[in-house]
Structures are given as structure tokens and as C-alpha cells.
């Protein structure tokens, strides 16, 4: 079946640095990937839609400053979240597009200090 | 009013009941419809993928489309524990990819 991976699983970091999550479509390509934020006990919030050779698009509320997304390949989105605060302590969870459905990242863990 | 509506439990039932979870929606618009089931820290994993009104059978899962009610449902049968999870509905229109969740509903089965 189709696997998307996650990396860190989980990261701490101090407030004010930059952390970078990478999500992989291991077994096929995926041009559309999503980016989701979770809080504990709430579902997904959608955070942006990162298109393979575009810029990303961001849903309303989301800085797009600060949770920089870039799709270089096929195969792999980053975000980045920079200059960290503890308010942004969160599930972070991606997903790629295909075979006409969404597969979903394990998730990352982020801690901020 | 929310998109979509979940009941968040949480849920609790003897092994080997049935369990019902249900969703509303309000957008005329969704075609496709997805139940998710997601274990404490890990990502979502796709359970079943309904297009039209009708019912959708794999194993243990039933789901359950009334696109005129703007109700869906998820069946499971003979519960066990390892069905403990929270079960996410989506579901989306035919022009995007975005999914719209549900706010999930947290079911535990108990031994």
C-alpha cells in the first residue's frame, strides 16, 4: 500500500529556533500534500496545501512567515517552523495525494521549550 | 455551524457489541466521504472510502452514505480492543482534494 513517512517522530526544541519536519511519499509520487496541525483531543485543522513546484497555499489564520512549506520533488514536502514558541507545541501531520485518496505521516511531535 | 458534525464521545462499549459512529454535513457539495481511525500519537489510517448513497461492507465495517439526510455512519461489528481509537469522519467535493474532518470520536472497547 501507499506509505508516507515523517521525520523527526518527534523533535524539543528551544523557543526562537527553527525546526524542519520532512514529509516522504515512499512508494509513489504525489504532486498535492497537505500539512495538518492537532491539538490534543481535537481533530485535524488543515494548515496548507503544498503543490510539487508552487508555492504552497495557506488556510486563513495559518502565517505563511512562519510555517514556511516547500515541495521541491515529488516525493517530499518540508515544513518549517520558524523562530518556535511554545504556543506552537503541536501534532503536526502531513498527507499525500494518491491514487485518488490521502495517505497519512505517522505524525511529528513537537515540543517547544 | 460546522461543516461537518461528530459526536466526540467518548464511547464506551463490552467486546463483542455493536458500535454505530455517525457524522452530519451541511455542504450540499461532498461526493466523497472517509472514515479514518487514528491510535493515540500516530496518524490517521484510512478504514473505508464511500461515492455514493448506500452501504459500503469490508469485514467488520459497514459505512453507510445518506447523501439526502447529509448523514454517514460507521458501522462495526464483534468489537474487540484493539478497535480502540479515535475515528475520524471526512469528506470532500468533487473539485479538491481537501479533506473536512470530523472532530473525531474517541471509542473504547472494553474486555
Known amino acids: 500500500g501507499a506509505v508516507v513517512s515523517q521525520h523527526p517522530s518527534w523533535v524539543i526544541c528551544k523557543s526562537g529556533t527553527s525546526v524542519k519536519i520532512e514529509c516522504r511519499s515512499l512508494d509513489f509520487q504525489a504532486t498535492t500534500m497537505f500539512w495538518y496541525r492537532q491539538f490534543p483531543k481535537q481533530s485535524l485543522m488543515l494548515m496548507a496545501t503544498s503543490n510539487e513546484g508552487s508555492k504552497a497555499t495557506y488556510e486563513q489564520g495559518v502565517e505563511k512567515d512562519k510555517f514556511l512549506i516547500n515541495h521541491a520533488s515529488l516525493t517530499l514536502s518540508t515544513l518549517t517552523v520558524t523562530s518556535a514558541h511554545p504556543e506552537d507545541s503541536s501534532f503536526y501531520i502531513c498527507?499525500?495525494?494518491?491514487?485518488?485518496?490521502?495517505?497519512f505521516g505517522p505524525g511529528t511531535r513537537l515540543t517547544v521549550l | 455551524q460546522k461543516e461537518v458534525e461528530q459526536d466526540p464521545g467518548p464511547l464506551s462499549v463490552p467486546e463483542g457489541a455493536i458500535v454505530s459512529l455517525n457524522c452530519t454535513y451541511s455542504n450540499s457539495a461532498f461526493q466523497y466521504f472517509m472514515w479514518y481511525r487514528q491510535y493515540s500519537r500516530k496518524g490517521p489510517e484510512l478504514l473505508m472510502y464511500t461515492y455514493s448513497s448506500g452501504n459500503k461492507e469490508d469485514g467488520r465495517f459497514t459505512a453507510q452514505v445518506d447523501k439526502s439526510s447529509k448523514y454517514i455512519s460507521l458501522f462495526i461489528r464483534d468489537s474487540q480492543p484493539s478497535d480502540s481509537a479515535t475515528y475520524l469522519c471526512?469528506?470532500?467535493?468533487?473539485?479538491?482534494?481537501?479533506?473536512?474532518f470530523g472532530t473525531g470520536t474517541l471509542l473504547a472497547v472494553q474486555p
Open positions: 498527507s499525500a495525494v494518491g491514487y485518488n485518496e490521502q495517505f
Open positions: 471526512a469528506m470532500r467535493n468533487g473539485a479538491t482534494n481537501k479533506l473536512i
